[in-house]
């Protein structure tokens, strides 16, 4: 499944949007910028679960970079 993403300027093009995505047969869904960046960092955090396990010692001297 692929997904678009287009930033409406206002409720009324929220609705439009929306409207236009039900009447071709597609799922949409309004969610705010704070919402879209919790969902991006979630990935993030899912794709980083995947990576082999690291030491503290080399998490603390990333992070002191």
Do not use: Y
């Not at 930033?7 to 879209?36: C, D, H, M, R, V």
């Amino acid at each position: 499944m692929d997904t678009v993403v287009i930033k409406a300027k206002n409720k009324s093009e929220i609705k439009f949007w929306l409207e236009l995505a039900k009447k071709t047969g597609n799922k949409a869904k309004a969610i705010n910028t704070e919402e879209l960046e919790d969902t991006a960092l979630a990935v993030l955090i899912e794709k980083g679960m995947k990576t082999p396990d690291v030491s503290r010692d080399i998490v603390m001297k990333t992070l002191r970079k």
